[in-house]
C-alpha cells in the first residue's frame, strides 16, 4: 500500500509541474505581426472621397397656358427634342374663333378712332371724347392680341433642347391651363451632387483638384468644378453640394449614375498630425493607440485625444502623438501591453493585387 501511495504522489507531482511549465509559457507573449503607420508632418491638404449622384443641369415639368382637349403629342420618353421643337397641341378651334371675333371687334373699332381722329385734328370733336373712343380702341386691340397669344399657346414647344425624361399625359386627353404634360430635363451640362456632414462644412476654406469616377460610364478622373454650397443643411444635417462636369460625353453619362468624388480641400486650422482611422481604438470613453518602441519592438497604449476626419481614412491628432511615432494601424483590439511585434512591409508596386 504505501509502494502504491508514493507512486500516486509522484504522479500528481509531475502533472503539477507540466501545467506549470504550461502557465508560464502562455503568459509568454509571442511577436505578433502588424502594419503600421510612422507620423508625418501634414501639408493641410486632404482628399476627401465622396459618393455622389450624376444630376441634370435642369428639369421642367411643361404646362399648356391654355386648355382644351390635346390633339397631338408628338413624343416619347427618352427623345430628343430642340429649342422651339412643338411637343403637343390643342384643338385649335374655338381659339380660332375667339382670335376671328376679336378681330373684327378691333377693325371697327379701329376705323371708328381714325373718324374721331380726324374730327379732333379739325377742332369739331372735345378732347374727353376722343379719350373716350381711344380707350375702347386700346381695350379691342388688346383683346385681339390676347387671342392670338392663346392661339399660339395651343401649341406647347421645347423652351430648351433636351431629353423627354417622363410623359404625364397621353393623347386626346383634356387638360387644365397650368397642368404639367411632360419632363423636360437639360444635358447640355451634367452636375454630381454630393453632401458633406455639417463637421466638415465649415473647415472646407477652399476646393481644389475635384475629380469624378463614373465606373458604369468608363469615365474616371473627370474634372469638375462647383456650382453650388447649400447654405443650410437638409434632414440628415448634411449640406449639398453641386459639382459641373468639364468635359464629359453626355451619351454615356446618365442622369442618376453613380459617382464616386475626390476632393482635395484645405482645413482651415490642423495640428499637422494625422493617423489612420484604423490605428484608433477605445476604452471605455477613452482612444489610445498603440505606439511601437523602435528599439525593443515592444508596444505601449498612448491615450490620445482625436480631432476630425480629415478625408482618405485619416482622422487628426490633438494630444498624445507626436511626428515620427511609429502606430498600429490593424489587430489593435488583439495586442497587449508589452507585447513584441514585427512590422509588415508596405506594399510595393510591384506586389501586384496586394498579395504579398
Known amino acids: 500500500m504505501k509502494q502504491i501511495f508514493f507512486i500516486a504522489v509522484q504522479a500528481i507531482l509531475v502533472l503539477g509541474f507540466s501545467a506549470c511549465s504550461n502557465t508560464n509559457d502562455a503568459k509568454v507573449k509571442k511577436a505578433r505581426y502588424v502594419k503600421s503607420y510612422k507620423v508625418l508632418p501634414s501639408s493641410g491638404n486632404k482628399t476627401i472621397v465622396y459618393n455622389g449622384v450624376v444630376s441634370e443641369n435642369r428639369e421642367v415639368a411643361l404646362p399648356f397656358k391654355v386648355g382644351g382637349p390635346v390633339t397631338q403629342l408628338l413624343v416619347d420618353d427618352g427623345e430628343y427634342v430642340e ?3 412643338t411637343i403637343a397641341s390643342i384643338d385649335k378651334r374655338d381659339y380660332k374663333i375667339n382670335v376671328q371675333t376679336a378681330k373684327a371687334q378691333f377693325e371697327q373699332i ?6 374721331y381722329q380726324k ?7 372735345p378732347a374727353n371724347t376722343l379719350d373716350k373712343v381711344k380707350s375702347g380702341y386700346l381695350m379691342a ?9 392663346a392661339l399660339s399657346d395651343t401649341d406647347l414647344r421645347a423652351p430648351f433642347s433636351g431629353y423627354i425624361s417622363e410623359k404625364l399625359i397621353e393623347n386626346f386627353e ?6 404639367p404634360i411632360v419632363k423636360l430635363i437639360d444635358v447640355s451640362k451634367l452636375e454630381v451632387i454630393i453632401s458633406i456632414p455639417e463637421n466638415q462644412i465649415n473647415e472646407v476654406e477652399k476646393l481644389e483638384n475635384i475629380t469624378c469616377d463614373i465606373k458604369n460610364a468608363n469615365r474616371f478622373n473627370v474634372p469638375a468644378s462647383v456650382k453650388s454650397i447649400s447654405k443650410k443643411s437638409g434632414p440628415d444635417r448634411m449640406f449639398e453640394v453641386r459639382l459641373i462636369l468639364n468635359d464629359i460625353d453626355g451619351t454615356l453619362v446618365k ?3 453613380v459617382a464616386k468624388v475626390s476632393v482635395n480641400f484645405f482645413p482651415k486650422s490642423s495640428n499637422g498630425i494625422s493617423v489612420p482611422i484604423e490605428a484608433i481604438f477605445a476604452e471605455g470613453t477613452k482612444s489610445y493607440v498603440w505606439s511601437v518602441n523602435k528599439v525593443n519592438m515592444k508596444v505601449a497604449k498612448k491615450e490620445v485625444v482625436v480631432g476630425d476626419l480629415v478625408g482618405a481614412g485619416f482622422v487628426t491628432i490633438k494630444e498624445g502623438v507626436t511626428i515620427n511615432d511609429v502606430v498600429v494601424t490593424a489587430g489593435v483590439y488583439s495586442l ?4 513584441e511585434v514585427k512590422i509588415l512591409p508596405n506594399k510595393s508596386a510591384s506586389n501586384v493585387g496586394g498579395l504579398l
Open 119 to 125: 374730327l379732333y385734328n379739325q377742332d369739331k370733336l
Open 110 to 115: 379701329e376705323a371708328e378712332y381714325d373718324r
Open 174 to 179: 383634356t387638360v387644365a391651363p397650368g397642368q
Open 336 to 339: 497587449q501591453e508589452n507585447q
Open 255 to 257: 442622369s442618376g449614375m
Open 83 to 85: 429649342r422651339g421643337q
Open 141 to 149: 386691340k388688346s383683346q385681339l392680341e390676347a387671342a392670338e397669344n
